[in-house]
């Protein structure tokens, strides 16, 4: 099944996977009109060449596999491991995990305790926390900007 979209004045599709509720598909179409405005190379679900494939990512002046990604953003159920893993080995700059009313201050106190500071400084991993009814607020799926009032940020 697929969605159409209109974020931050652009049409874009995107396709319900095998497995994927609607909710994976909403944030990943919520952090794209989130982040393309600084990202202008903002992509989703690209194939970047290792082990992870990003929701959404923006490649940096390295470029693709061994390179430096400007941005990372997964979306839902992500494991500690895998965030460890970018944080350390994938030249990840920002790592944003989209979620949607989770208990982040207790999702950030599990990853502060099992990935090091030095691989977490200020701004490099934070979680943008979505209000419980955000799908009843973007039914339209017209979306110009994310309003402030739908999401929380919290920097791990």
């Given at each position: 099944?697929?969605?159409?979209?209109?974020?931050?004045?652009?049409?874009?599709?995107?396709?319900?996977?095998?497995?994927?509720?609607?909710?994976?598909?909403?944030?990943?179409?919520?952090?794209?009109?989130?982040?393309?405005?600084?990202?202008?190379?903002?992509?989703?679900?690209?194939?970047?060449?290792?082990?992870?494939?990003?929701?959404?990512?923006?490649?940096?002046?390295?470029?693709g596999a061994g390179g430096r990604f400007a941005f990372w953003?997964?979306?839902?159920?992500?494991?500690?491991?895998?965030?460890?893993?970018?944080?350390?080995?994938?030249?990840?700059?920002?790592?944003?995990?989209?979620?949607?009313?989770?208990?982040?201050?207790?999702?950030?106190?599990?990853?502060?305790?099992?990935?090091?500071?030095?691989?977490?400084?200020?701004?490099?991993?934070?979680?943008?926390?979505?209000?419980?009814d955000i799908a009843e607020q973007t039914a339209s799926r017209?979306?110009?900007?994310?309003?402030?009032?739908?999401?929380?940020?919290?920097?791990?």
């Amino acid at each position: 099944m697929h969605y159409d979209f209109e974020l931050a004045g652009r049409r874009v599709r995107l396709w319900q996977r095998t497995g994927e509720g609607y909710a994976h598909v909403l944030m990943k179409a919520l952090g794209f009109a989130m982040y393309v405005g600084e990202f202008p190379s903002l992509e989703i679900e690209k194939r970047v060449g290792l082990r992870y494939k990003p929701d959404l990512v923006s490649i940096g002046n390295g470029g693709g596999a061994g390179g430096r990604f400007a941005f990372w953003g997964e979306c839902g159920m992500v494991s500690v491991r895998k965030v460890g893993w970018l944080l350390k080995h994938g030249g990840v700059e920002r790592l944003v995990l989209f979620k949607i009313d989770v208990n982040a201050p207790a999702l950030r106190s599990e990853l502060r305790a099992a990935i090091d500071e030095r691989y977490r400084p200020t701004g490099r991993l934070l979680i943008v926390n979505f209000v419980g009814d955000i799908a009843e607020q973007t039914a339209s799926r017209r979306l110009a900007r994310i309003d402030p009032g739908w999401y929380t940020k919290t920097d791990v």
